[in-house]
Structures are given as structure tokens and as C-alpha cells.
DNA sequence: CACGGAACTAAGCGCCCGCTCACCTCTAGG
DNA sequence: CCTAGAGGTGAGCGGGCGCTTAGTTCCGTG
């Protein structure tokens, strides 16, 4: 499945923490997308209409359904695409070089980074999964396990090496995530801090929760 | 530790902690803020229809407007009640005898408590917000900046004290505020860990983020 | 027992929702 | 220059929504 995965120009890694949403194509269908996730994030799902949605992106109500079969399709598709994003940024963090104190911190630092700076895709991404019928949720939620896994494992790390002190790190891991998730509810652009000045309040705040020594 | 948790024979702690909406009468319009709760908490405002409300109770979609004005009128006494009970909790434990420690310690661990056993009422509070008109979220909001003050209090409480090392007090309120508010969003009663037993983790973590000195 | 008012219901109004369909408009290839 | 087909539109459908209204049931009081 990952067979198709098109490298753009360069072999090199296009990890583009930026969500630009590049791999939606044609034009219109990412305008719509885009419009979707503002709409969804300012409103809710339930409470956005597929006009309100094809007005933002400046077009008629019916064009919509020329790039989504529904208004579920389009919520399914940016819940797939920022789930995978997290993850991504989870995975890649994990797997760095470095003590297990270096790597939580940096998986920390850049999934809340991604969460404030991306705060509306998050917010619909994180938030927004109830919206999703029965059939679609399992697959969202089987990544949603993918993460919390991954930063189970880079504190059972540093418990193995001696760099942590956790009494119970699946409630740990629990927690860290749903710390830097509730990020996206709260951060507001206008607000005092930045991505950065937040990623890097919660990366130390973590390394206190697992006991690590911080210099 | 502080395993001083005195038994409330005292007749003065009248906290009920158990949500039972006893303030709400007549009887029918319990029953119907109580089918509101539920329905929000399960599919969110929006997609939660009177008639679904009403049936839920046991009545007609017209009993609905004998005692509440609109379907939002029934969000907006959900969430007054809820936010007066969430802060109550925090004021309460913050008023108490004891060093910054135990107080914080103590505050975390009910308040934890309470979002994680009345998970379908604290869904709604802290997650349907934005659901109220702009007429009434002012009032709201400013029960939440209370509590925002009682936290940070707390804090530099302890820091003043020297109980604890905090080098960002504001910043580390909202997150430990924000790490307990979420926990509404993913307690399921149906999984491994009790209200109890995940108030006492969290108050542990977040002596950790204070940098308070756990024995 | 008559009766006023509170509690409740059956029926339904008007609106706006998700979505469809007949039709129009560009543009690339022969 | 013609045409096929993808992309787009205006109008509108069936239906479910929040809420209303006219009328019924129930009950405490004089």
C-alpha cells in the first residue's frame, strides 16, 4: 500500500511539517478540503453545511460532490491524512539517534509544535472522530493505537535504560498524549505563545512527568 | 503521603461530588437535562435532535419547550451547573488546610475524579463550548478563567513556598488544567482504571510537572 | 362537584439540510 | 473546426429539523 507513494522531485525526505495539503489534487479538491477543515474547526462537523463549505472555497454547492462522493467522505479523508501526519512525526522522532531523553523530548517538542501551528487540521483531526460512521472509525482508531504505542515504547525505553522513573507508563503514555493533544483545543493564534515556545514548555514539562533528570 | 483523606462525618463538607442535578426541578425537567447530557455527550449538540431529548425521557418533543426556552437554553444550564461544580471542586481543595503540595495534590485528584465519573456531563461542559451563542459563552468563559486563577494560585503557592520549581507558572497551569479537563474525552467507564485510581496517577504526574518533591 | 391552571400531547408549519440532475463551459486531440 | 469529456452550475427534491399551537388530561382547591 505504500507502493504508490510518488516522490515528488527529490529522493530526499519531504517531511513538510507544514500540511499543505500538497498530495490532494486536482486544485479544486484541495480548495475544498481546505474549506472543509476551517469549516469543521470553527463549527463542527454536524453543524457545517456542504454550502457553507462550497462557498468558502468559492464555488457551487453540486461541485463538491464532482471530488466527494459525501460530506462524511471529505471528513474521512482529512482524519486519515492528519492522523497520518501525527503518527509520522511520532515515528520519525522515535526512531532518531539519541538517549530515550533526547527522543521524547523531540517527539514532544514536534507533535505539539505540529498540533498549535496546525491547530485547526488538529482540532478536526483530534476532535472531530465521533463525526465518522461505524464503518470508517476502526481504521482512524488503529492509528490513533499506532501512536500511543510508539511513545509507550520510547518511555519503556528510558525506563529499561535508567533514564526514567514511571510507577505506570501505559497511564504515562496515556497522558503525554492526551496533553499535547489538547493542544489543538486551546491554542490560539492570537494568543501570547508560539508553536515553538509551547513545544518547548511541554517537552520539559514531559521529562518531568517521567522522571527524567533534566540539567 | 497525605493518606489523611478524613472521612466527611463532619457535617460541614456538603461537596456531593455526585452530580445528581438535584437543583434542577420540577422532576420532568431533570429527567429531560439528564437525556440532553447523555445525547450530547454521545453524538454532540448539533447532531442531537429534541425529539431524541424527549424520547429519551419518556415525552413528547412539545414537553421539551414547557421548561426550557430552546434546545440551546438546555445546553447553556448543562454547562452553568457542570462549571460551577468544576470550579467548586478546585476552590474547595485550593481553601484547605495543608502545604502547597497536599492542596494541589488534593485539587487534582478530585477534579480528576469528578471528569473522569461524570465523563458524559464533563464531555458536554468542557467539549461543547462552542456550541453556545455568542450571547452566552462570555458568562461561561469567565467561570473557566476562575479556575485557570485557582490552579495558578495554587502554584505559586508552592513556589513562593519553596515547595516547588516552576518556570513558567501560567503556561504550567493551562497544561495541568488542560491534562484533567481531557481526561473526559477518553475515560470510558467500560475500561481498565477507575475514577480513583486515575485521580491518584494524575495528581502524582502533576506534583512531577511542579517539580515538587515526591517521597 | 365545578373549575382554573399546570403538564402534556398530536399534528404540523416553515425552513434548511444533504444531495441530485439536467444542462452549460471550457479545453485538448484529431 | 469539431467534438468528447471533465469540471462546474442553477434549480430543486425529499426529508428531518427546531419549534408552535390547539386541544386534552390531571389535580388541588372552594
Redesign the pocket.
Known sequence: MSAERQADNEGVERVTDDMSWAEVT?D?ARRLLIAAVEAFAERGYHA????DIASRAG?????L??HYR???DLLLRISRIGHEKALEILVEAAAREGTATERLADAVRSFVRWHASRHLTARVVQYELDSLGEEHRPEIIALRRRSDATVREMINDGVKAGEFDVPDVPGTALAVLSLCIDVARWFNTEGRRTPDEVGALYADLVLRMVGARVP
Open positions: 486536482p479544486a457545517t453545511t456542504t454550502r464555488m457551487s454547492p453540486a461541485a460532490y464532482i459525501t460530506k462524511e
